[in-house]
């Protein structure tokens, strides 16, 4: 999952300059898009072409949607971009040409392909911790995403980089004693393996 | 020299904490550990406290082993992967550099380079354990080191008057099975809280060195308390700054305060590490009041 938001309106219109064609991405259930300030924000750009599809990441539905407007995209000067990055990338690879411009910053929301957003997170580390901490995830739940218990930053229960932020692990801990899992803690040190994060098959 | 060595010996090791300069010259750190710290056991060098960017721990470690100090090498895991740790172990242990501080390091983002990138490849207890593999012989890759593998004495540390003391424990028995041969903890100004950790954590049979931070003022305390993670400042202290403001600022007030808790705790720990924050001056005050050295 992933969530797009737009970038500040000057970066935009930074950017955005002479004739502009706008490609606004319906996304896909995988992306939150913000689809009413994006159309709101074409309007005020008064662009010399605009087209509203979805999965922009598909080359081939791109080219079908884009068939008609191949004119006035060709005659535009910038190609500005409502999407995810990978949106941007197909368009701005199959336009080589074009000065194509993201509209958009992208941040990954993950938590499982499809479903609703939630409040938690999965980083995809291909080793799940769950089971030995309580069902908190301690990559996500920890601002330094560590697997061997709490740091020393932790005061009144928050973490030191955010005072609105529960220390993870001290959720974990809590949550662990309540369970009378205690003894889920007494492991041996636990190394993360970065490589599944960039094997395809993990 | 290894400080593990003095601990087996019944010894009450003292360490004094520096900071390496923001810059290139530690000539003025070194020159006051020659004047100030010669009373002390070794010379712990902090690695960028609190996330700001200073010169490394390794090199002022090297600087004062060179002027005749025992220096204990901090190391944290904010900053570097794990073949950047295991590198700096390897330097280390070329400088004669026996004593560690392993630590899993501040966030960047508390720090004067809030834009840096946090590692934290490691953590406290995996770099422990990456210590205990270098001296068996092996990187954490499982390669083979060349010739004799190195030896440390592995220090760590804990919080000992932190609001979360059970999880500290917890976090404490995962440092000693990993290896963890002594433990400073963060400053102690409550020796009620110190005294009453202290007949927990001895279960683990590893030596605690009591940390303490001279006080240089109510403010100063008052700031700690606040927003240090660990620290909690009894009124009674903040009140016995605020008293006397002469005092308190030629350091009289502070130097009592520190030597006080000495006194209170010196009994339930092995050791004592002092953090004096520019204030390495009274350190052998200190140590004289609260009857540690002549």
């Given at each position: 999952m992933?969530?797009?938001?737009?970038?500040?309106?000057?970066?935009?219109?930074?950017?955005?300059?002479?004739?502009?064609?706008?490609?606004?991405?319906?996304?896909?259930?995988?992306?939150?898009?913000?689809?009413?300030?994006?159309?709101?924000?074409?309007?005020?750009?008064?662009?010399?072409?605009?087209?509203?599809?979805?999965?922009?990441?598909?080359?081939?539905?791109?080219?079908?949607?884009?068939?008609?407007?191949?004119?006035?995209?060709?005659a535009a000067d910038t190609v500005l971009v409502f999407s995810c990055g990978v949106g941007v990338q197909t368009v701005s690879d199959n336009f080589r040409d074009k000065k194509v411009y993201a509209a958009c910053d992208t941040y990954p929301l993950p938590g499982g392909q499809g479903v609703t957003p939630l409040e938690f997170d999965c980083e995809q580390c291909g080793e799940c911790y769950l089971n030995g901490t309580?069902?908190?995830?301690?990559?996500?739940?920890?601002?330094?995403?560590?697997?061997?218990?709490?740091?020393?930053?932790?005061?009144?229960?928050?973490?030191?980089?955010?005072?609105?932020?529960?220390?993870?692990?001290?959720?974990?801990?809590?949550?662990?004693?309540?369970?009378?899992?205690?003894?889920?803690?007494?492991?041996?040190?636990?190394?993360?393996?970065?490589?599944?994060?960039?094997?395809?098959?993990? | 020299m290894k400080i593990s060595e003095l601990f087996k010996k019944g010894e009450m090791v003292i360490t004094a904490e520096v900071g390496p300069p923001k810059g290139c010259h530690p000539d003025h750190l070194i020159h006051e550990a020659d004047e100030f710290l010669k009373g002390v056991t070794a010379i712990n060098v902090t690695d960028s406290q609190s996330s700001k960017m200073r010169m490394g721990s390794l090199a002022t470690c090297k600087g004062l082993k060179d002027a005749g100090h025992e220096a204990i090498f901090q190391l944290t895991c904010r900053d570097r992967n794990r073949i950047a740790l295991q590198a700096d172990l390897l330097s280390a242990a070329y400088f004669g550099i026996e004593n560690l501080l392993l630590l899993t390091g501040d966030h960047p983002s508390v720090g004067d380079n809030p834009q840096a990138k946090p590692v934290f490849d490691l953590d406290s207890v995996s770099l422990l354990h990456a210590v205990g593999q270098l001296e068996k012989g092996v990187d954490l890759g499982g390669n083979e080191l060349e010739g004799a593998p190195p030896t440390f004495c592995k220090g760590a540390v804990v919080s000992a008057c932190s609001d979360s003391v059970d999880v500290q424990l917890a976090k404490m028995e995962q440092k000693v099975?990993?290896?963890?041969?002594?433990?400073?903890?963060?400053?102690?100004?409550?020796?009620?809280?110190?005294?009453?950790?202290?007949?927990?954590?001895?279960?683990?049979?590893?030596?605690?060195?009591?940390?303490?931070?001279?006080?240089?003022?109510?403010?100063?305390?008052?700031?700690?308390?606040?927003?240090?993670?660990?620290?909690?400042?009894?009124?009674?202290?903040?009140?016995?700054?605020?008293?006397?403001?002469?005092?308190?600022?030629?350091?009289?007030?502070?130097?009592?305060?520190?030597?006080?808790?000495?006194?209170?705790?010196?009994?339930?720990?092995?050791?004592?590490?002092?953090?004096?924050?520019?204030?390495?001056?009274?350190?052998?005050?200190?140590?004289?009041?609260?009857?540690?050295?002549?």
């Open positions: 992933l969530i797009t938001v737009l970038k500040p309106k000057e970066n935009i219109e930074a950017v955005a300059k002479g004739k502009t064609f706008c490609i606004t991405c319906e996304g896909c259930k995988e992306v939150h898009f913000p689809e009413v300030e994006a159309i709101e924000l074409v309007k005020e750009l008064n662009p010399t072409g605009n087209v509203i599809t979805e999965y922009v990441c598909n080359p081939d539905n791109l080219k079908v949607q884009l068939a008609k407007h191949m004119d006035k995209l060709t309580g069902g908190i995830c301690p990559i996500t739940a920890c601002s330094k995403s560590l697997v061997n218990g709490q740091c020393g930053g932790c005061k009144d229960g928050k973490c030191e980089v955010d005072k609105e932020m529960d220390c993870g692990w001290e959720r974990i801990y809590k949550r662990l004693e309540k369970l009378g899992l205690l003894d889920e803690m007494r492991y041996p040190a636990k190394l993360r393996n970065f490589n599944l994060m960039y094997e395809e098959n993990k | 099975k990993a290896g963890a041969e002594y433990f400073q903890t963060q400053a102690v100004y409550d020796s009620e809280k110190f005294i009453k950790f202290m007949e927990r954590a001895k279960q683990f049979g590893v030596p605690v060195m009591l940390g303490l931070i001279i006080p240089k003022n109510a403010g100063m305390v008052n700031y700690m308390s606040k927003n240090v993670p660990g620290i909690s400042v009894p009124e009674a202290i903040v009140d016995e700054l605020k008293a006397d403001k002469e005092r308190t600022a030629s350091g009289v007030t502070g130097v009592e305060i520190t030597a006080r808790i000495i006194k209170e705790c010196k009994d339930y720990c092995q050791g004592i590490h002092i953090m004096a924050l520019g204030w390495e001056k009274f350190v052998p005050d200190v140590l004289k009041m609260a009857g540690l050295k002549a």
